[in-house]
């Protein structure tokens, strides 16, 4: 019964979000502040309505209904709770209720949070996410309705692949779709921006907390999906180009160009129409990765869409939403105004660089993963891309991204005179060479290696020399104190955020460069030596889990006498699927991670395939991420945003014209 | 600014869709084999071999008296690793013998992978350039082809085969052609 009213609730959503799209035009149409005002009740109901639905599916998972088609399909009365919960977005029907649980709640946010705003902007950008709204609401009806029942239904879900049960996997996505998702403010906005044909500088105040707020989930969520490759595929990798990464990579590149974007667009009132289209694309890009992701709709590099009529809607939604906005865009563009002029060598031209440097890897990304479906549009071949085009094509547009990134904070607005900083440029460089020199000296490393571990330091030691010096510019103590207190939070953020990449850059070096492997057989009481640590089989035994039965061995890791750690490393085999899988084992040490895996067990002589990687400052990865995210969040909680949304109270009931 | 470089983003998005529809409506259910590979025998082709496996050959192939699979793999693909359990279970409780066809992979990796999870495949051909795919019009990796007890290709499963597949798909496919003449 349940099922049903979460069914009849979808549709009663469907019917809003129509009425949130529609009634705000007829209040542009006939100057009528009422039609306009309901846009704001039709987000609380929609959310209201959608929330519904998205329990009354979740309470089917839950209670193991499998009289519904999808919780039959996708779950398993004997998974863990916390997976029949993860288990409602595991699948494409019920991903894309998240998704619109996701719109809705954005939504909602922006008709709380943006009381102040201008009524007529207001409601053209509830009227757009209406738009977004009913087009996924109606796809989820009309193509992929989760609530389908089965008859007869079944005793048993067929949902259970042992990889798939984790934590890091099960929790991802409402992070990716909160980063995706938050960027369909941005793309409103930008909407409502070409339809008024005006984008002043109180405009791009409201867009840029929502463009950051969405790059922090994107980049949390991506972080996600990647430490659980690591841990539970068992290769020591953390990054493999796979089609459903770079789906979430395109939009992570994209708004990392807008929220720079957004900078010179606030402080200098300028690039406005770039920053526009960067909100169209990053959108775009997150309905591409919405889509090829959970649809099937480009299953590894494979074709458009499995399943023709969701193609066809698919293809009809990126034609309305992306071909309807870059129209818009190439008509109303050129009538916003102008901004202010500035010198190549400035603040604003260096990230203009930066801009470009990533559009051009959002387009390298994009280009790989749809490059099987270009040639196979061209010519009768039928190829497909893997990793060693993305590192080709990738790491070098990087390179002068990260430069840039280094001694772009010390250059003023405007017009920056080079020979001011000319001297720290040269200063920081050549430390950075000495200290990578030395490294290398010291461990052997390859060229690419060395530029690496350059371009770490180089913008280490840039971000934290940017910041030295803006606070002791301060004479006295107290003078300093004061103005470490008073640094804006926004720029903290960056600071924190350009760190975060320099770790980043260091622990994807390192781990890469020096990460050692062993392969090998062993018996009990066996011996492995890696990296002056002694590793020591000591014992197995089989042991019962509730759905597996598992060989766990016992590793003794001695790095010296008195620090000795044990390793339970898991060859499971699961008898309901005859599944066999292999637990890794990591300890996780700040400068390095030792990882165990169990392989095949030879019957005959006891034996057990095993592998062991030894990856120094791997957790600098997952660090280096932290920081990022954590920067945005610090520069979110800058007061400016808040007085943003707060101001404009005089011209809250800004007349229509 | 000149205005027409404001249409740039829109004719290139457009160009873009073209291509899509494109593939949407000349090749509707991409899933399934290009008509020109279906009920063709598998093309004559030469594999290299992954040390110390058992090359796959056409003879192999052809001289089978069952329906068998050929599946396409990398150790790099993340699902390939999600399907090679599954892979295991077709060989080791439903005796299906499945080919494999390592693509554009790292030799030694590929080695590990099979020797830590578990060497489902009867025999392995190696296609380090990736032609030999293009020959069997592989999109990507995974892709699995059933062929017939004649050694014609029958059906073309894209992407990783999970449990439900084998139960909805392979194996009635398989039973299908075992009874067939």
Same mark, same amino acid.
């Given at each position: 019964m349940?099922v049903?009213?979460?069914?009849f609730?979808l549709?009663?959503?469907l019917?809003?979000s129509i009425?949130q799209?529609v009634?705000p035009?007829?209040?542009?149409?006939?100057?009528s502040?009422?039609a306009l005002a309901?846009?704001?009740?039709?987000s609380?109901?929609?959310?209201?309505l959608?929330?519904f639905?998205?329990?009354s599916?979740?309470w089917a998972?839950?209670?193991?209904?499998?009289?519904?088609?999808?919780?039959?399909?996708n779950?398993?009365?004997?998974?863990?709770?916390i997976?029949?919960?993860t288990?409602?977005?595991g699948?494409h029907e019920?991903?894309?209720?998240?998704?619109?649980?996701?719109?809705?709640?954005y939504s909602?946010?922006l008709?709380?949070?943006?009381?102040n705003i201008?009524l007529k902007?207001?409601s053209?950008?509830l009227s757009?996410q209406?738009?977004i709204?009913?087009?996924?609401?109606g796809f989820i009806?009309?193509?992929s309705?989760p609530f389908l029942?089965l008859?007869?239904?079944?005793?048993?879900?067929e949902?259970f692949?042992p990889?798939l049960?984790?934590?890091?996997?099960?929790?991802?996505?409402?992070?990716?779709?909160l980063?995706y998702?938050?960027l369909?403010i941005?793309f409103?906005?930008?909407?409502?921006?070409l339809?008024l044909?005006?984008?002043?500088s109180i405009?791009i105040k409201?867009?840029?907390?929502w463009?950051m707020?969405?790059w922090t989930?994107l980049?949390?969520?991506?972080?996600?999906g990647?430490?659980?490759a690591?841990?539970e595929l068992g290769w020591?990798g953390w990054?493999f180009w796979?089609?459903?990464e770079?789906?979430?990579?395109?939009?992570?590149l994209?708004a990392?160009?807008?929220?720079?974007?957004?900078?010179v667009?606030?402080?200098?009132?300028t690039?406005?129409?770039?920053?526009?289209l960067?909100?169209l694309i990053?959108f775009?890009?997150?309905?591409?990765?919405?889509f090829?992701?959970?649809?099937?709709v480009l299953?590894?590099?494979h074709?458009?869409a499995?399943?023709?009529?969701?193609?066809?809607?698919i293809l009809?939604?990126?034609i309305?939403?992306?071909g309807?906005?870059l129209?818009?865009?190439a008509?109303?563009?050129?009538?916003?105004?102008?901004?202010?002029?500035?010198s190549?060598i400035s603040r604003?031209?260096?990230?203009?660089?930066n801009?470009?440097?990533?559009?051009a890897?959002a387009?390298?990304v994009?280009?790989?993963?749809l490059y099987?479906?270009?040639?196979?549009?061209?010519?009768?071949n039928?190829?497909?891309?893997g990793?060693?085009?993305?590192e080709?094509?990738?790491?070098?547009?990087?390179v002068?991204?990260?430069?840039l990134?280094?001694?772009s904070?010390m250059?003023?607005w405007?017009r920056?005179?080079?020979?001011n900083i000319?001297?720290?440029i040269?200063?920081?460089f050549i430390?950075?060479i000495l200290?990578?020199s030395?490294?290398?000296?010291?461990?052997n490393?390859?060229?690419?290696?060395?530029l690496?571990i350059f371009l770490s330091?180089w913008?280490f030691?840039?971000t934290?020399?940017?910041?030295f010096e803006?606070?002791l510019?301060g004479?006295s103590?107290?003078?300093v104190?004061?103005?470490?207190?008073s640094?804006p939070r926004s720029a903290?953020?960056?600071?924190?955020?350009?760190i975060?990449?320099?770790i980043f850059?260091?622990?994807?070096?390192?781990s890469?460069a020096?990460?050692?492997e062993?392969?090998?057989s062993?018996q009990i009481?066996?011996?492995i030596i890696?990296?002056?640590?002694?590793l020591?089989?000591?014992s197995?035994k089989?042991?019962?889990?509730?759905n597996?039965?598992a060989?766990v061995?016992?590793?003794?890791?001695s790095h010296?006498?008195s620090d000795?750690s044990?390793?339970y490393?898991?060859r499971r085999?699961?008898p309901?699927?005859?599944?066999n899988?292999s637990?890794?084992?990591?300890l996780s040490r700040?400068f390095y991670d030792?990882?165990?895996?169990?392989?095949?067990?030879?019957i005959?002589?006891?034996n057990f395939a095993?592998?062991?990687?030894y990856?120094?400052l791997?957790?600098?990865?997952?660090i280096g991420i932290a920081?990022?995210?954590?920067?945005?969040?610090?520069s979110l909680s800058?007061?400016?945003?808040r007085?943003?949304y707060?101001t404009?109270?005089?011209?809250r009931?800004?007349?229509?014209? | 600014?000149k205005k027409y470089y404001?249409?740039?983003?829109?004719?290139t998005?457009i160009?873009?869709?073209?291509?899509?529809?494109?593939?949407?409506f000349?090749?509707?259910d991409?899933?399934?084999?290009?008509?020109v590979?279906l009920?063709?025998s598998?093309?004559?082709?030469?594999f290299?071999?992954l040390? &110390?496996? %058992? #090359?796959?050959?056409?003879?192999? $192939?052809?001289s089978? =008296?069952k329906?068998?699979?050929?599946n396409?793999w990398a150790s790099?693909?993340?699902?390939?690793?999600?399907?090679?359990a599954n892979?295991m279970l077709?060989?080791n409780?439903h005796?299906i013998?499945?080919y494999?066809i390592?693509? &554009?992979? %790292? #030799?030694?990796?590929?080695d590990? $992978?099979?020797n830590? =999870?578990?060497?489902p495949?009867?025999?392995?051909g190696?296609?380090?350039?990736?032609?030999?795919a293009?020959?069997l019009?592989v999109?990507?990796?995974p892709?699995?082809?059933?062929l017939?007890?004649?050694?014609k290709?029958?059906y073309?499963?894209?992407g990783?085969?999970?449990e439900y597949?084998?139960?909805e798909t392979i194996?009635?496919?398989?039973t299908?052609?075992e009874q067939?003449?």
């Amino acid at each position: 019964m349940l099922v049903e009213l979460g069914h009849f609730c979808l549709a009663l959503a469907l019917s809003v979000s129509i009425l949130q799209f529609v009634l705000p035009i007829i209040g542009i149409k006939l100057k009528s502040t009422r039609a306009l005002a309901t846009s704001t009740y039709s987000s609380y109901l929609f959310f209201c309505l959608v929330s519904f639905s998205f329990i009354s599916l979740m309470w089917a998972y839950i209670s193991s209904d499998f009289s519904v088609a999808l919780v039959a399909q996708n779950s398993h009365s004997l998974k863990p709770l916390i997976y029949k919960v993860t288990g409602v977005w595991g699948n494409h029907e019920g991903s894309l209720m998240l998704w619109i649980l996701v719109l809705s709640l954005y939504s909602l946010a922006l008709s709380i949070i943006g009381k102040n705003i201008p009524l007529k902007i207001k409601s053209i950008v509830l009227s757009v996410q209406g738009l977004i709204a009913s087009a996924f609401t109606g796809f989820i009806l009309f193509t992929s309705n989760p609530f389908l029942r089965l008859l007869p239904p079944k005793l048993e879900g067929e949902g259970f692949n042992p990889i798939l049960q984790d934590i890091g996997l099960a929790i991802h996505p409402p992070f990716l779709y909160l980063g995706y998702v938050g960027l369909s403010i941005t793309f409103s906005f930008s909407i409502a921006a070409l339809i008024l044909k005006q984008a002043d500088s109180i405009w791009i105040k409201w867009v840029r907390p929502w463009a950051m707020l969405s790059w922090t989930f994107l980049t949390i969520g991506i972080a996600l999906g990647s430490w659980w490759a690591y841990r539970e595929l068992g290769w020591g990798g953390w990054w493999f180009w796979d089609p459903v990464e770079n789906a979430s990579f395109m939009p992570w590149l994209a708004a990392t160009a807008l929220l720079h974007s957004s900078i010179v667009a606030e402080k200098r009132n300028t690039l406005k129409a770039w920053t526009i289209l960067l909100a169209l694309i990053a959108f775009s890009f997150s309905l591409l990765g919405t889509f090829i992701v959970r649809s099937g709709v480009l299953v590894s590099v494979h074709a458009f869409a499995s399943d023709p009529s969701r193609g066809i809607y698919i293809l009809l939604m990126l034609i309305l939403f992306t071909g309807g906005s870059l129209a818009l865009f190439a008509k109303n563009a050129p009538k916003l105004k102008s901004g202010n002029m500035f010198s190549p060598i400035s603040r604003e031209g260096a990230i203009v660089i930066n801009n470009i440097i990533f559009s051009a890897a959002a387009a390298t990304v994009l280009l790989g993963t749809l490059y099987p479906i270009f040639i196979d549009a061209l010519t009768a071949n039928k190829v497909s891309v893997g990793p060693p085009y993305f590192e080709s094509v990738f790491i070098p547009l990087m390179v002068p991204a990260i430069l840039l990134c280094g001694f772009s904070p010390m250059l003023t607005w405007k017009r920056a005179v080079f020979d001011n900083i000319y001297e720290r440029i040269i200063f920081i460089f050549i430390v950075s060479i000495l200290i990578t020199s030395f490294l290398i000296y010291i461990r052997n490393g390859s060229a690419m290696t060395f530029l690496g571990i350059f371009l770490s330091i180089w913008l280490f030691l840039g971000t934290i020399y940017d910041f030295f010096e803006r606070i002791l510019r301060g004479k006295s103590f107290n003078e300093v104190a004061k103005r470490i207190v008073s640094y804006p939070r926004s720029a903290y953020g960056m600071s924190f955020a350009h760190i975060g990449v320099s770790i980043f850059i260091l622990g994807a070096t390192m781990s890469t460069a020096y990460k050692t492997e062993i392969e090998t057989s062993v018996q009990i009481g066996d011996k492995i030596i890696v990296e002056n640590k002694e590793l020591i089989f000591e014992s197995i035994k089989q042991n019962q889990g509730p759905n597996w039965l598992a060989d766990v061995a016992t590793f003794r890791i001695s790095h010296n006498e008195s620090d000795i750690s044990f390793l339970y490393p898991e060859r499971r085999f699961y008898p309901a699927s005859q599944i066999n899988t292999s637990e890794p084992a990591i300890l996780s040490r700040l400068f390095y991670d030792l990882y165990i895996v169990l392989g095949e067990k030879d019957i005959k002589n006891k034996n057990f395939a095993v592998r062991v990687y030894y990856s120094p400052l791997l957790n600098f990865i997952w660090i280096g991420i932290a920081f990022m995210a954590f920067g945005g969040i610090l520069s979110l909680s800058d007061k400016k945003h808040r007085v943003s949304y707060k101001t404009l109270r005089k011209n809250r009931n800004l007349s229509i014209k | 600014m000149k205005k027409y470089y404001y249409y740039i983003p829109l004719i290139t998005f457009i160009l873009l869709i073209l291509f899509f529809s494109r593939q949407l409506f000349l090749n509707k259910d991409p899933s399934h084999l290009p008509s020109v590979m279906l009920d063709e025998s598998f093309p004559k082709l030469e594999f290299n071999q992954l040390e &110390k496996y %058992n #090359l796959l050959t056409i003879e192999d $192939i052809f001289s089978y =008296d069952k329906p068998s699979l050929v599946n396409v793999w990398a150790s790099w693909c993340v699902p390939c690793k999600i399907e090679h359990a599954n892979l295991m279970l077709l060989k080791n409780k439903h005796s299906i013998r499945i080919y494999g066809i390592n693509y &554009k992979d %790292n #030799l030694q990796e590929a080695d590990e $992978i099979l020797n830590l =999870d578990g060497n489902p495949f009867y025999s392995i051909g190696v296609d380090s350039s990736g032609r030999i795919a293009i020959n069997l019009g592989v999109y990507g990796v995974p892709e699995t082809f059933i062929l017939d007890r004649n050694g014609k290709i029958r059906y073309r499963h894209v992407g990783p085969i999970l449990e439900y597949d084998i139960r909805e798909t392979i194996l009635p496919i398989l039973t299908k052609l075992e009874q067939d003449d």
